[in-house]
Nanobody
Framework: QVQLEESGGGAVQAGGSLRLSCAASGRTFPSYAWFRQAPGKEREFVAATRWNEGTVYYADSVKGRFTISRDKVQNGVHLQMNALEPEDTAVYYC????????????????????RGQGTQVTVSS
């Protein structure tokens, strides 16, 4: 059974850091992405990677602060989040796809077939 499980969420003060993890079981995925949704807001793209190609993509709002990377041990990905801001407060979702997601589709939720249950990140000012 294919599963994605996120961990690492929590509550931090502005300027702090968190590292989210997404562990995959059941198969290996070449394409991963993180999305987030804040209360009352649209879901938005955060970061994506095609790890076997070494390609990464970031939303402008997190570029320079967040880093997506491969987790070989857990067969998944991490999202290192630094310099967190209250605007980063949201439920963060890991998504994965069993084949290569083309560049033009990397920022689209529907491009990824599998998802985790989400993990809450709360940043206080």
């Amino acid at each position: 059974q294919v599963q994605l499980e996120e961990s690492g969420g929590g509550a931090v003060q502005a300027g702090g850091s968190l590292r989210l993890s997404c562990a995959a079981s059941g198969r290996t995925f070449p394409s991963y992405a993180w999305f987030r949704q804040a209360p009352g807001k649209e879901r938005e793209f955060v970061a994506a990677t095609r790890w076997n190609e070494g390609t990464v993509y970031y939303a402008d709002s997190v570029k320079g602060r967040f880093t997506i990377s491969r987790d070989k041990v857990q067969n998944g990905v991490h999202l290192q989040m630094n310099a967190l801001e209250p605007e980063d407060t949201a439920v963060y979702y890991c998504k994965a796809h069993g084949s290569r997601v083309i560049t033009s589709a990397t920022r689209t939720w529907e491009s990824y077939a599998y998802r985790g249950q989400g993990t809450q990140v709360t940043v206080s000012s």
